[in-house]
C-alpha cells in the first residue's frame, strides 16, 4: 500500500523466499557501512555484503580509482569485519539462505535456573545459532552446543540439539 516502507529481514516469506538483506555493499567502504555492519553484527551477528557490476564500472561509485584500489578497500573491509566478529562463518549466498532457513523454523523455550539456563529449540534441523546474553553470570559449560564468548556478557551458542543446557559458576 501506498505510503509503506519496504523493510526486509533475514527470513523466510509467505511465498517462500528466502530474504537476505544487504547489509554493507560496493568497493567503497566507509564509517557509515562499518556502523551498519557493527549493528547487523550485534542483531544477528551476520553480514551479508555484495559488489554490483555498477560498483567496478560506475566513477561515482568508485571505479574511477582503479581496480587495485577498488581491491584493496574491499580486502581492508573484510579484514576489518573478521577483526571484529573472528568467529563469524563465512558462506556463501546460498549457504547463507540455507541457514536462514533451518533458523527461521526454530522456536524456542527458554527456562532460566539459578545454576544453569535450558533452550529447548523445537523445528530443529542439525544447527541454530544464537546470540545470548548473560549479564553477570558466567558459564561454567554448556550440552547441546558450543559456546563462544564474544564480548563481557555476550556469547554466540552454536545449538548441535534440540536440548542446549549452559552452565553458570
Not at 139 to 148: D, K, M, R, W, Y
Request: aromatic letters at 8%.
Amino acid at each position: 500500500p501506498e505510503g509503506e516502507l519496504y523493510s526486509q529481514e533475514f527470513d523466510v516469506g509467505e511465498d517462500g523466499v528466502v530474504n537476505i538483506p544487504k547489509v554493507t555493499s560496493g568497493t567503497v567502504t566507509d564509517s557509515g557501512a562499518k556502523l551498519a555492519a557493527l549493528s547487523e553484527l550485534n542483531f544477528h551477528y551476520v553480514n551479508s555484503h555484495s559488489v554490483h557490476v555498477s560498483d567496478v564500472l560506475d566513477p561515482n561509485r568508485g571505479a574511477s580509482s582503479g581496480w587495485e584500489e577498488m581491491y584493496n578497500n574491499l580486502s581492508g573491509y573484510m579484514d576489518w569485519l573478521y577483526g571484529a566478529a573472528p568467529d563469524i562463518e563465512r558462506r556463501t549466498a546460498s549457504g547463507l539462505a540455507a541457514a536462514v532457513q533451518r533458523s527461521s523454523a526454530v522456536t524456542v523455550k527458554r527456562t532460566l535456573e539459578e545454576n544453569c539456563l535450558k533452550l529447548s529449540l523445537g523445528n530443529f534441523n542439525g544447527e541454530a545459532y544464537f546470540l545470548v546474553r548473560l549479564n553477570g553470570r558466567e558459564p561454567s559449560g554448556v550440552s547441546g552446543g558450543e559456546l563462544t564468548r564474544l564480548q563481557q556478557g555476550l556469547y554466540l551458542l552454536k545449538a548441535e540439539s534440540s536440548e542446549a543446557v549452559i552452565n553458570f559458576k
